[in-house]
């Protein structure tokens, strides 16, 4: 397994990627001229030549981002995968200058595995919050928001 930076033949995978757990509320749909525009943002895992997780990471303001669109293929969980994407995001951000990360998660407990702590969501930026506005759940938002430093290379 490799993750690598997303490239355009990787588009209609992650879409297929989003959109199936999307399907099921766990994600907020992303169209594929969403994924086109945002590709710099992505990352694959590819696995025999095949992608089988993605993860995101935007640049929100001069000290966070954010790490959005993770999913690994159902059949591919379990085996590290949505660890070395973020991880991968998390090296970029570092490599970026980023000094801090956060997801909005339906998964707290798989982000505290890897070095992610939950935060009251109230210290997020309200830029953050762009994406509600085309959510389905809008009042009832059941993400819960979880945040790493990257100071002293942690
Ligand atoms: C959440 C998700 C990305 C995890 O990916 P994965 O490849 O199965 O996770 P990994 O195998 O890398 O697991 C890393 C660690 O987290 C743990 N973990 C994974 N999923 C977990 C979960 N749902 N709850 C608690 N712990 C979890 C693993 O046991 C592992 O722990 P270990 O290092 O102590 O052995 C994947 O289940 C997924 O795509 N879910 C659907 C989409 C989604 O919810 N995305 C998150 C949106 S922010």
Redesign the pocket.
Known sequence: MKVRNAKIPDARAISALINC?AEHD??LFRSLAEIYENLQMFLVAEEDDTVV?CCALEIIWSDLAE??S???APA??????????VEAAVERARDLGVPRVF?????P??FE??GFAVVPREDLPMKVWSDCARCPKQQECDEIAVARSLANGS
């Open positions: 757990y766990k994600m997780g790490i959005k993770l999913a690994v591919h969980k379990g085996q590290g995968l949505g660890r070395a994407l997801a909005l998660t339906l998964e407990r798989f595995r890897i």
